[in-house]
């Protein structure tokens, strides 16, 4: 075998063949890297200036989510139940401490199983705020009693409220969001959306429900550009958590989580946080537990 450099150059030997290769990757990984390179992530994060609309805003994971998102620049539209002198306060706290975020704010109480007044409710949120970019669908409600002791009014008000709810409201903002080819929709479903509990009937049926109308809707939106996901959430302290779920049980739950603890709020309002965010543009349809592993 031939050992002259100048006979391997002349043959288009190593020498040669390896700067051509080398030019070539390099001029290619610089395209690449030009035509790819992604938007900082600050930027991906960025919602300044969109609208949101987060049923049951006025406490809970839905006050911690319209925090969170206003924080971020989102401006912020939210219902709530009237239940008396406190919800209404808590509504009126909530909006106070908007508007020291400097984003814009809309409260309304309501009952989101009244299909003209979510109606009327998303049409007047559009207006006050100016556009509308992402639902919350957060609103619900709990009637636990074993089935065969449960009334039609206590499945009734839970499958309502929890499932019909959300239909609603997705179903009043589709049109918004199919006309300007975007939108964020996430769902709040529960752990018990994915499991079953004794005393749950309603409860497991209106989540798990929740979750198929997150999927069938990511499917029928997709093609407009709305992404639609769902959040589980496991044990989160709540009021409605503290007041009405005996302690036993708030007990066997921390216990059954792999991290051994309860949720808070904004565990879950940070997740929906990153759903919104165009780092998750390419996320749709999925179910995200956020449950301490209470699910493993």
């Given at each position: 075998m031939s050992t002259d450099p100048d006979r391997s150059r002349a043959a288009g030997g190593p020498d040669d063949v390896g700067q051509a290769v080398g030019g070539a990757v390099a001029e290619l990984l610089s395209e690449v890297?030009?035509?790819?390179?992604?938007?900082?992530?600050r930027e991906a994060t960025s919602l300044r200036g969109q609208c949101a609309i987060v049923t049951g805003g006025s406490s809970g994971i839905g006050r911690a989510t319209a925090l969170t998102l206003a924080e971020?620049?989102?401006?912020?539209?939210?219902n709530y139940l009237d239940t008396g002198p406190e919800s209404r306060a808590a509504a009126q706290e909530l909006q106070e401490s908007l508007a020291m975020l400097d984003v814009k704010s809309f409260a309304q109480a309501g009952d989101v199983r009244d299909t003209d007044a979510v109606t009327a409710f998303v049409a007047e949120a559009n207006a006050q705020l100016g556009g509308l970019h992402i639902l919350v669908n957060n609103a619900g409600v709990g009637r636990d009693r074993a089935l065969w002791r449960m009334s039609d009014e206590e499945w009734q008000t839970v499958i309502g409220t929890?499932?019909?709810g959300a239909f609603y409201f997705t179903r009043a903002v589709a049109p918004y969001f199919r006309a300007q080819e975007f939108g964020k929709i996430v769902n709040v479903s529960s752990v018990h959306g994915l499991s079953s509990e004794f005393g749950l009937a309603n409860?497991?049926?209106?989540?798990a429900g929740m979750i198929g109308l997150t999927r069938s809707t990511a499917v029928e939106l997709g093609p407009s550009n709305v992404n639609v996901n769902a959040v589980a959430p496991?044990?989160?302290?709540?009021?409605?958590?503290?007041?009405?779920v005996p302690a036993e049980?708030?007990?066997?739950?921390?216990?059954r989580s792999a991290l051994g603890r309860l949720g808070d709020p904004q565990d879950v309002a940070s997740v929906i946080l990153f759903l919104c965010s165009e780092v998750a543009r390419h996320i749709t349809g999925a179910v995200i537990p956020i449950d301490g592993g209470y699910l493993i």
């Open positions: 890297t030009t035509r790819t390179e992604p938007e900082p992530l971020g620049g989102v401006n912020i539209a939210f929890n499932l019909s409860y497991c049926s209106s989540k496991g044990y989160i302290r709540t009021t409605q958590l503290t007041e009405h049980i708030i007990d066997r739950a921390r216990e």
